[in-house]
């Protein structure tokens, strides 16, 4: 359940949104800002959900009231299935533009000079129908596996992915840093330039924290509630963090380098994935095609595994919600989830450019969604469950959940106690209103 748990938080969110937002906002002090809040803030909070889905060894939603004893705290499970199911849905077009890339890739359909290449992305995504059956397909590739129970579906599917996801990337890390012009990207990632730093990277790296990491809408709460009761839980999260922020790293010293080594821009928003780099490939691999060709294939292939971990885990969450609160099949909770997500991934990929008007506050769906989900609900998911773990739940539980009933030494209690109380709840506060400009 640890490697299915690190299956979670190792996804898009790491090879598509770490990249791009990074590149947007300036680099390498965008990545320390965001290494520090998946350390400070993270981590405590993954403990948070860790402890609250372990002691109640349920779904989401009847796990805060169960543990609490008040229905005010349900609210947080239910934002956290609101928000998995929103993020599943416009997750799932993503995903599907990866399948949609990962077939181009194997049968040559992508490569050409740059302006073909951003021509593709766009005549593909604006399509009405092509993005939308890819995005179904996956979707259904992800009830499939839910619907086989958490044994049989999520842990095999967790054993044989993310080692295979691990290799995969190293390859081509090696690959893009031996580009030559390669060391201008890698200064890219590694050099801070704190003048670029403005509110808005500080609201976007706390959001890219918690979307990278699964936190905040229940994710881990409901993965933890199958965890064994030896399983220590503060070094659990630490291991997913680090793994997390190792593999966004590692996809960053992908991407960068091989764009800077064909010019192209690191700014250039979520399609930095999609239109450049099939041009990175074919332009830093054209005097060996076939090996251009193999990477591009393992690129797509490597994405579309570390995508299927993650929406399995968002999937979960719903999944189990209907299955235990409505007292339905598991196979039938997974259909009213599918059906759900199917709805907003479809509005989501219809806002990209097939329908006009598809649109809230001058973004298109998919990025409006995208941006609501991970930096307001799942911020504030996270802010609540920090609170009820520190103030609400009785002490001898959250006691007996970072000790293992007593077995360990409780060095982390008081720490993690402090974390959950005072320190993240006000940081969180403290960036959404400074965001707001109340402060
Ligand atoms: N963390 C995953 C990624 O980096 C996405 C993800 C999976 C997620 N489960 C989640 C995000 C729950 C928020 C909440 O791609």
New binding site residues.
């Given amino acids: 359940m640890i490697l299915a748990t690190a299956g979670?938080?190792?996804?898009?969110?790491?090879?598509?949104?770490?990249p791009y937002t990074a590149g947007e906002n300036g680099g390498a002090a965008f990545i320390l800002i965001n290494l520090a809040f998946v350390f400070l803030i993270g981590v405590p909070a993954m403990v948070a959900e860790f402890v609250v889905g372990r002691s109640a060894r349920t779904n989401a939603a009847r796990a805060y009231r169960t543990s609490g004893g008040s229905s005010v705290w349900t609210v947080t499970g239910y934002i956290?299935i609101l928000?998995?199911t929103i993020?599943?849905g416009f997750?799932s077009v993503v995903a599907g533009w990866c399948l949609q890339y990962l077939y181009a890739a194997i049968v040559g359909d992508v490569t050409g000079d740059s302006a073909y290449v951003a021509r593709y992305f766009s005549e593909f995504s604006s399509k009405p129908f092509l993005p939308i059956c890819w995005a179904l397909l996956f979707l259904f590739l992800t009830h499939l596996v839910v619907r086989r129970g958490v044994r049989h579906g999520i842990e095999r599917a967790a054993k044989l992915m993310m080692p295979a996801l691990f290799v995969l990337l190293l390859i081509l890390v090696i690959a893009s840093c031996s580009l030559p012009g390669a060391s201008e990207g890698i200064t890219f990632l590694f050099h801070p330039d704190f003048s670029k730093v403005t509110t808005t990277t500080l609201f976007e790296a706390m959001g890219q924290a918690?979307?990278?990491?699964?936190?905040?809408?229940c994710?881990?709460c409901t993965y933890a509630s199958y965890f064994s009761r030896k399983e220590h839980l503060v070094r659990s999260a630490a291991q997913v963090a680090i793994i997390?922020a190792l593999v966004a790293i590692l996809a960053g010293l992908m991407i960068f380098p091989a764009a800077f080594a064909v010019g192209v821009q690191p700014d250039s928003g979520p399609s930095l994935v999609f239109i450049t780099l099939p041009n990175v490939f074919h332009q830093a691999f054209s005097s060996v095609p076939v090996v251009g060709h193999v990477i591009s294939i393992l690129f797509y292939a490597l994405l579309t595994l570390?995508?299927l971990t993650?929406?399995i885990?968002?999937h979960e969450?719903g999944t189990a919600f209907v299955h235990e609160e409505f007292k339905t099949t598991r196979g039938k909770g997974a259909w009213i989830i599918t059906g759900v997500c199917a709805v907003i991934g479809v509005l989501s990929s219809l806002s990209m450019g097939a329908v006009d008007g598809l649109t809230v506050g001058g973004k298109n769906l998919l990025d409006f969604f995208d941006d609501f989900?991970?930096q307001i609900l799942?911020p504030v998911g996270g802010m609540l469950t920090c609170l009820y773990v520190g103030w609400r739940m009785p002490k001898k539980v959250v006691r007996n959940e970072l000790t293992n009933d007593g077995t360990l030494h409780g060095r982390f209690y008081g720490i993690f106690l402090v974390a959950v109380r005072y320190v993240c709840p006000s940081f969180i506060l403290i960036i959404f209103l400074h965001q707001s400009g109340l402060i």
Wanted: net charge neutral; proline share 0%; charged share 5%.
């Fill in positions: 979670s938080a190792v996804g898009l969110g790491n090879i598509w949104r770490f956290g928000a998995s993020i599943l997750y918690f979307f990278s990491l699964s936190l905040g809408c994710c881990l997390d570390a995508a993650s929406t885990s968002m969450i989900t991970s799942l």
